[in-house]
């Protein structure tokens, strides 16, 4: 791009919103139960996709984790339902230090990650990070 030339790179991130989904640099989640866990609760107020970006660190034991999302009108609501999801996000044993991503289209305000191991103990630690985007106000050019 030229000097005085349209900057693609900043409609995207000023209409991009990022949070924390699952754990933090600091203290990754450790993902070492058969259970069906969740991250953190995430607001889709005013956009319309998010983007779930994970990454893992030294998976120990896992034969694979599945990453999907739930999705809940109400804020710490008790009823998680399945959330319309593009693509899948699964990691395998052997899925060290990769980075892995998929998207969501919400129709309720509120989404989180739900993660399911199998065959973990010791599991692996995980982070995720949701880009939300598309933001209702802004109209998409033709």
């Known amino acids: ?7 693609i790179v900043g409609s995207f991130y000023r209409d991009t919103k990022v949070a924390a989904a699952l754990g933090t640099l600091a203290s990754a989640t450790t ?24 990454l893992s660190g030294a998976i120990t034991d896992a034969t694979s984790i599945t990453f999907t999302a739930v999705e809940n009108a109400a804020s710490s609501g008790s009823v998680n339902t ?13 899925d060290d230090g990769l980075v892995k ?3 969501v289209i919400p129709n309720a305000r509120y989404v ?3 993660y399911v191991a199998v065959g973990a103990t010791t599991g692996g630690p ?12 802004v109209a998409n050019p033709s």
């Open 1 to 7: 791009m030229g000097i005085g030339a349209p900057s």
């Open 31 to 54: 993902i070492q139960t058969t259970a069906a866990a969740y991250g953190t609760e995430i607001d889709c107020k005013g956009y319309k996709k998010v983007l779930f970006t994970l």
């Open 82 to 94: 399945a959330c319309p999801q593009i693509g899948t996000c699964v990691f395998a044993a052997a």
């Open 101 to 103: 991503s998929y998207e």
């Open 112 to 114: 989180k990650i739900k």
């Open 126 to 137: 995980f982070v995720g990070i949701a880009h939300l985007c598309d933001p209702d106000e």
